[in-house]
């Protein structure tokens, strides 16, 4: 899912004539170092929310609202007035508890709605009360500002939210307190602000947003700037804290993992120092073995507790959630005809030939033959295309009346985040259910999985071409759940032949680079030996990478958005510090001795 809303316009800046040396020497000596802002731009709803039955009119309060509940069976729902959230839910059998979702409007950062799961006890007969905890409208900015040999004084902007400021690395012109941060990669485009004696803070004007201050900061007080609090000591590795989440932990050492290339690796990340606008911003990493947790660390102000965008790993979700859907019918497979699964859209097919041969394997291989390539701007399918349009609020639909531009099938992979997204249309007609609804009942609760953020499509449905918010212990859950064929803690949630499947080599963006059943497939090799990967991968810097042969799943999470030749390297800690790590790895055999 692509942010429009807040980065759009913040990359829309003035652009104004630059001219003059910087002057203002006092002013100039004090300006070099971090500072930051952080705004919160909602959601304003969120609380305690009340349902009251009781009486032949049933109302819903939540943040200062009280209105009208709509009752229809067992079915509850209500919105509240100018679209400022809604409540869709059910009644348990007991009416003991009313189980739904929370549905946040799309914010400033935020460009879509959002569905929250939304559990509601019985606190007095025919009274029931959750908590609303909505996904958090939030942008982070830092300036860092740093003086050259030669005098001048130049710096780069970090957004842990969407990295807006990659392409706007800066030089810093003053003028008095005037202040004008000109981009040194695009002519004639800068920010302007000013520095505020009374208050020494520096006031930044951003095209479409508003006005932003940025106070001085510390190493104390910039968290999300900072890998880590500086000076903290020598890492020393702690096993994960066991929760309720199901996750079994232990020590490295109990699952043959050596501790010091993983200390190496955890003490390189905790000392990396943002000294440019490309430097790792890595949020999480967490890695299992044998089917215990055994590292979880967080940094850049993260914690296990905080929902992270998964981006584009989280198509490989939508691969799951079909293998379940189609395990549920008879007579249906990967290979039945997508205008025969989705009849409402079958007009749509008969246009021409070669989209009635289109399946669900070609699109969860990214083999449609639609006309849909993100790589390509002026693609109809582009997913920025498809978003940004007005005309058709299902995104089903408009994938579902591209035009083909070539044959389904074959080996080459066109990266298409509609044709995915797609796959939930088939989903939701097998399951008869709501996306978030069958992703709650058939995914989330069998693998312990209570807290995340669906993203929606403008009709209300949820988008599977990536984006949900999950918690990095949970989003390793799925790289475990594959690697134990389809089981989680004795709970099988996916057949083992959908697993087996799914991470098979259909097709390839490149020799080096396969496809399965939305698995991106890599060979790691290390020393002598090539092992084989399967991994969920995102933008910025998502992925959950299993490696079967060792038993072992890595977990990273960083926001080096937009940032593609730094962040795909990241997958490349696995064989550098990890793989090597494995004491009982296979060993290499010698080669043979010539006759």
């Keep these: 899912m692509r942010h429009f809303s807040f980065v759009c316009a913040v990359l829309a800046t003035v652009a104004v004539p630059v001219s003059g040396q910087a002057q ?10 971090v500072w930051g802002n952080e705004t919160h731009f909602g959601p304003r709803v969120r609380g305690v929310l009340t349902v009251d039955g009781r009486q032949g009119e049933w109302r819903a309060q939540v943040a200062g609202f009280d209105v009208t509940a709509k009752r229809e069976g067992a079915d509850v729902t209500f919105s509240l007035p100018e679209d400022q959230g809604a409540f869709r839910g059910r009644l348990s059998a007991d009416e003991k508890s009313l189980e739904g979702f929370w549905i946040q409007p799309p914010g400033m950062t935020l460009s879509a709605s959002y569905a929250t799961p939304l559990r509601l006890r019985v606190i007095s007969p025919r009274v029931w009360e959750g908590v609303v905890a909505p996904l958090d409208d939030t942008s982070s900015m830092y300036l860092r500002i ?93 096993p994960p804290v066991t929760g309720d989440d199901g996750w079994k932990t232990a020590s490295l050492e ?8 993983i200390a190496a690796l955890v003490q390189s990340l905790q000392g990396a120092t943002a000294t440019d606008v490309h430097a790792p911003y890595i949020h999480a990493l967490l890695i299992a073995r044998h089917g215990k947790l055994v590292v ?44 025969r699964l989705l009849p409402d859209y079958q007009a749509l097919f008969q246009e021409d030939p070669r ?114 918010y999950l918690r990095p212990r949970d989003a390793l859950k799925l790289g475990q759940l594959f690697l134990s064929g389809g089981r989680w803690n004795q709970r099988q949630v996916v057949s083992p ?48 990478i299993v490696v079967p042969e060792l038993d072992l799943t890595v977990m990273i999470a960083a926001a080096n958005y937009g940032d593609f030749a730094r962040w795909y390297r990241f997958q490349d800690l696995v064989p550098q510090y990890v793989i090597p790590a494995v004491l009982d790895a296979p060993a290499v055999k010698p080669p043979r001795a010539r006759e």
């Excluded at 710096?155 to 690395?169: A, D, K």
């Excluded at 508003?210 to 007080?221: C, L, N």
């Excluded at 959908?498 to 399965?516: C, I, K, L, M, N």
């Design 24 to 33: 203002a020497t006092s002013l100039s000596e004090q300006l070099p170092g």
């Design 146 to 238: 740093q003086r050259e040999p030669d005098g001048t004084l130049t710096g780069f902007i970090r957004n842990p939210e969407f990295n807006f400021g990659l392409r706007r690395p800066f030089k810093l012109e003053v003028q008095g307190n005037d202040l004008t941060f000109v981009n040194t990669r695009r002519k004639n485009d800068a920010l302007r602000g000013f520095f505020d004696e009374e208050t020494g803070n520096i006031s930044l004007r951003i095209q479409g947003i508003g006005q932003f201050e940025f106070s001085r900061r510390d190493e104390h007080t910039a968290p999300r700037f900072h890998s880590r609090t500086p000076g903290v000591p020598t890492y020393v590795h702690r």
């Design 254 to 261: 109990s699952v043959k993992l050596d501790p010091k290339p």
């Design 296 to 339: 979880e660390e967080y940094f850049h102000g993260h914690g296990k507790a905080q929902v992270h965008d998964t981006r584009s790993a989280g198509k490989t979700l939508a691969s799951v959630l079909l293998g379940i859907a189609l395990a549920q019918k008879k007579g249906v497979s990967v290979q039945t005809p997508v205008s």
């Design 355 to 468: 989209k009635q041969r289109l399946t669900p394997e070609h699109l969860v291989t990214m083999t449609s033959g639609l006309s849909c390539d993100d790589d390509d701007g002026d693609s109809p399918g582009n997913e920025d295309v498809m978003q940004s349009q007005r005309a058709e609020r299902d995104w089903h639909r408009y994938t579902a009346a591209l035009p083909m531009a070539r044959e389904p099938g074959g080996t080459k992979a066109v990266y298409c985040s509609g044709g995915i997204n797609l796959l939930g249309a088939i989903i939701a007609r097998q399951s008869g259910m709501r996306l978030p609804e069958f992703f709650e009942q058939r995914f989330a609760r069998p693998l312990d999985i209570r807290e995340y953020h669906m993203n929606l499509m403008p009709n209300g449905e949820g988008y599977l071409g990536g984006g949900i």
């Design 497 to 544: 032949r959908w697993v087996e499947a799914s991470t098979q080599r259909h097709a390839e963006f490149s020799s080096d680079h396969g496809y399965g059943y939305a698995w991106h497939l890599h060979d790691m090799k290390v020393g002598e030996r090539t092992y084989r990967e399967y991994a969920a991968e995102g933008n910025g810097g998502q992925f959950v």
